[in-house]
């Protein structure tokens, strides 16, 4: 069993920052490929951004490339949000997942593991 715990989220003015954590409770953080999604009032979960094992490769959902950088450090377990130039419609709760079935996925279905969630809103 593993469990993450996401943290970082709050709110921010349009054009703002955030950096949303998500900490792992299993020393095999290595073994698990990561992925952050979303989910706003009224609207299904989608995908943000993923992570390989070895962080080397990452996938971003069209509507954050550019502006979210996803990241790891598989030595303190922790995955990182980086969520620059925000903008009112990134506003939903955030959620991380691990799966260790793939090598990547973009399909909250194929993940195993899931946070809590944190808030973010972008007010405008």
């Known amino acids: 069993q593993v469990q993450l715990v996401e943290s970082g989220g709050g709110l921010v003015p349009a054009g703002g920052s955030l950096r949303l954590s998500c900490a792992a409770s299993t020393r095999t953080f290595s073994t698990y490929g990561v992925g952050w999604f979303r989910q706003a009032p009224g609207s299904e979960r989608e995908f943000v951004a993923a992570?390989?094992?070895?962080?080397?490769?990452?996938y971003y959902a069209d509507s954050v490339k550019g502006r979210f950088t996803m990241s790891r450090d598989n030595a303190r377990n922790t995955v990182y949000l980086q969520m620059n130039s925000l903008k009112p419609e990134d506003t939903a709760v955030y959620y991380c997942a691990a799966q260790a079935s793939y090598t990547d996925s973009t399909l909250a279905n194929e993940y195993t593991y899931w946070g809590q969630g944190t808030r973010v809103t972008v007010s405008s």
């Open positions: 992570i390989r094992r070895s962080g080397l490769t990452t």
